[in-house]
């Protein structure tokens, strides 16, 4: 059976639909293969002075703490003047024993000395009438030794009630306890009707209510701490501390192999500050100086597999993974050890979606070459989707 040629009308139409098809599906892939992954900013590599700081951890400790003990003892306790926390001024009286004994013995003995010093007022004026009448021949010179003997006699008994009356002033002045210098009390044992024995420890003080920190250090990094060194404290409170190096631990211990920093320290204003205890655990950093470093933002570098990498942006707008070894962070931005160089472009962010190989819109820049040059070959296919419309009216007729 011949075909009519009403048939064969449509059957050259057909044909040469599916073969613009095909050149329309041809010239797409480069379309297709030239189209940017991602419209992207790009950076510079930087040159900038980076904090170079230790890390260190240890604890808060009294900077210097006295123990207040009883000076008088067999004596009762009548009154408790500090309790732990307050804060004491030096010379306050901080507890009191019962004196009524010691007053009596004080009375007693500066009775003793009035009447010593009536017996001395005696034998002086003894003796110099006795020396009046050394010249005279009117007393024997045994009879004048003996009036001047008495007058020494005495005045050596003045001289022991006075020390006598002292002592037992000082015994009275121990009845009350007195912190030793200005500080917080930091425990205490005294209670009110308690007999105590001389020495007994009765309070213990923060010296100037000030803190050290006792940091731990390796003995591998104790050459880059000096006297002086600054260092910032952070509490497990919260409360942020300022230090200096105030001395080198002059020992190393031989298990752990650390040596303890004393770091005198001092609140820092903030929310927690002034919470900071002695025997509570803290961790800080020492301030040792900065150095050059080539940096470039986190959000540059990518991390896959365990290892760090940046993209930059070659003269084609395509993309290159490149290895970077990561130092020290500072802030928003990590030091590049190894990978870059200062005048390379590389993408600021969103490095995460890219491949290496892609082709990337830089943002601001020109149009990459590729993407142009494939926009020439992708009219046909529009010219081919309206050949079929155009084939099937035909048909139609």
Partial sequence: MHPTPRNRRALLLAAFTLLLAACGDKAAEPAKAGKPALTVTTTTPVQAMLPVTLAATGNLAAWQEASIGAEAGGYRITEVLAGVGDRVRRGQVLARFANDTLEAEVAQARAAFAEAEASAADAANNAARARTLQQTGAMSASQINQYITAESTARARVAAARAQLQAQQVRLSQTAVHAPDDGVISARTATVGAVVQNGAELFRLIRKGRLEWRAEV???????????????????????????????????????????????????????????????????????????????????????????????????????????????????????????????????????????????????GPAAAPASAASGPARPASASASAPAAAASGASR
Wanted: glycine share 12%.
């Fill in 218 to 364: 390796t003995a591998s990094e104790l050459g880059r701490l000096t006297a002086g060194t600054r260092a910032i404290i952070t509490a497990t409170s919260g409360a942020r501390l300022e230090g200096r190096v105030r001395m080198i631990g002059p020992t190393v211990d031989p298990q752990s192999r650390v040596a303890i920093v004393y770091v005198d320290v001092s609140p820092l204003p903030g929310p927690a500050s002034g919470s900071a205890r002695a025997g509570m655990f803290a961790r800080g950093e020492f301030d040792l100086g900065a150095q050059p470093a080539l940096t470039v933002p986190q959000q540059a570098v990518v991390v896959r597999e365990g290892f760090s990498y940046v993209f930059q942006v070659q003269p084609d707008n395509r993309v290159r993974q490149v290895k970077v070894q990561i130092g020290r962070i500072a802030d928003d931005r990590l030091q590049v050890l190894s990978g870059i160089t200062s005048d390379m472009r590389i993408v600021a962010s969103g490095g995460g979606f890219l491949n290496d190989g892609d082709l990337v819109r830089v943002a601001g």
